[in-house]
């Protein structure tokens, strides 16, 4: 039986674990808010493992065609983040930077291993999750996933056949 004392004592552990994980992830990682975020190693698998999960249904299938897809999915999505406010993209930064910290990774995405190594059942679980969490703060980071992924995969010409989309009406590009 969990005693009031032994329960506080847990939390305050697991706070201070938190943000020792936090301060080593800043001290290793420091924050360049001037400078437009790039995508790191960390970030890019981050997005290798999330793009299939978003895109299932219209990614190619064929495995070469389907690796093209994602990188060019991941190269839209930088040049969408660049094209973002600094302050923007700093939160963004703040974001992926979460998603590789492995407690957070473990927490709060549920992926146990590497981004690289992630089950794709177990990514697109992770983002259900977050799509439907009763807390705001994990809404709007799926939200920001969705858009900064979905945005830029589908305001490409390239992709609209995938959904049918014959493209804007002739009229309208007069």
């Known amino acids: 039986m969990t005693t009031r004392r032994s329960f506080l004592k847990i939390g305050v552990v697991g706070a201070i674990t938190l943000a020792a994980g936090g301060a080593i992830y800043r001290m290793a990682n420091p924050p360049a808010s001037d400078t437009p975020f790039k995508l790191d190693g960390e970030a890019q698998a981050v997005l290798a493992a999330i793009i299939p999960a978003m895109l299932a249904g219209v990614l190619p299938s064929e495995p070469a065609a389907r690796a093209a897809a994602v990188t060019a999915a991941t190269a839209r999505t930088q040049a969408a983040i660049l094209g973002l406010p600094l302050a923007t993209q700093k939160e963004v930064r703040d974001l992926f930077g979460l ?17 690289e190594q992630a089950d794709p059942q177990q990514v697109a679980a992770f983002l259900q999750s ?45």
Request: net charge positive; charged share 15%; glycine share 12%.
């Open 99 to 115: 998603l590789a910290l492995a407690p957070a990774r473990r927490w709060l995405a549920g992926v146990s291993g590497n981004w």
């Open 130 to 174: 977050w799509r439907t969490h009763r807390l705001g703060l994990l809404q709007t980071g799926y939200m920001a996933l969705h858009d900064l992924i979905l945005g830029p995969w589908y305001a490409d010409p390239s992709t609209w056949e995938s959904i049918g989309y014959p493209g804007p009406l002739k009229e309208l590009l007069k």
